[in-house]
Nanobody, 128 residues
Framework: QVLLVESGGGLVQAGGSLRLSCAASGRTFSGYTMGWFRQAPGKEREFVAAITWSLGSTLTADSVKGRFTISRDRAKNTVYLQMNSLKPEDTADYYC?????????????????????WGQGTQVTVSS
């Protein structure tokens, strides 16, 4: 059973930075894609960034491109989301997700409904 545990959320001022971590366990993730989604109050869950476990190919949402960077450390089985130049509109619960295959990055699309596993989420609040 896949277990994803997020950490690193918190309160930060606009323009600041945070790094989220997602510790993954329960299986070998070769051939998987790992990603981050976020959900603000009253809004639908939206895609933020994804990375293929084996090759490290990435996909980033236009709304965060140039500010957020996804990476992974295969030795630590951990996925990171480095968030710079944070804006109040980045305030949301951030979720780590795992999905079998690499189509999401290759095709440039990952719908939340097609995720195989989710973490419990970590809250990010950006004050103005």
């Amino acid at each position: 059973q896949v277990l994803l545990v997020e950490s690193g959320g918190g309160l930060v001022q606009a323009g600041g930075s945070l790094r989220l971590s997602c510790a993954a366990s329960g299986r070998t993730f070769s051939g998987y894609t790992m990603g981050w989604f976020r959900q603000a109050p009253g809004k639908e869950r939206e895609f933020v960034a994804a990375i293929t476990w084996s090759l490290g190919s990435t996909l980033t949402a236009d709304s965060v491109k140039g500010r957020f960077t996804i990476s992974r450390d295969r030795a630590k089985n951990t996925v990171y989301l480095q968030m710079n130049s944070l804006k109040p509109e980045d305030t949301a619960d951030y979720y780590c997700a795992a999905k079998a295959g690499t189509a999401a990055v290759r095709l440039g699309n990952w719908s939340p409904s097609t995720s195989d596993s989710w973490g419990q989420g970590t809250q990010v609040t950006v004050s103005s």
